[in-house]
Nanobody, 127 residues
């Protein structure tokens, strides 16, 4: 079992950047496929970015391609989401998640396939 704790959220102006972190305890992230999701007020949770087990493949939502980058540290203890060129539409609570059955060949993009979730970190982008 793995425990996930997100950090790095905050208030930023449009056009700015933030880097979110997701610290894992219990087991290393190498044992899981990993993902970032977000949920804005009044909206359903949506996929943002994901990384296949082992880190060899990544996938992104069309809305963040070219602006966001998912990565992890070499020790497989922390997952990151680098977010650049932020817009007010990126305002949401961001969650990291771990899929214990994830593939090494492709990233898991559906939230229902994830087994473990962090508590979330708020990102607010002002115009």
């Amino acid at each position: 079992q793995v425990q996930l704790v997100e950090s790095g959220g905050g208030l930023v102006q449009a056009g700015g950047s933030l880097r979110l972190s997701c610290a894992a305890s219990g087991r290393t992230l190498n044992d899981y496929a990993m993902g970032w999701f977000r949920q804005a007020p009044g909206k359903e949770r949506e996929f943002v970015a994901a990384m296949a087990r082992g880190g060899g493949r990544t996938d992104y939502a069309d809305s963040v391609k070219g602006r966001f980058t998912i990565s992890r540290d070499i020790a497989f203890r922390t997952l990151y989401l680098q977010m650049n060129s932020l817009t007010p539409e990126d305002t949401a609570v961001y969650y990291c998640a771990a899929d214990q059955s994830g593939s090494r060949a492709y990233a898991t993009v559906k939230g229902e396939h994830y087994d473990y979730w962090g508590q979330g970190t708020q990102v607010t982008v002002s115009s």
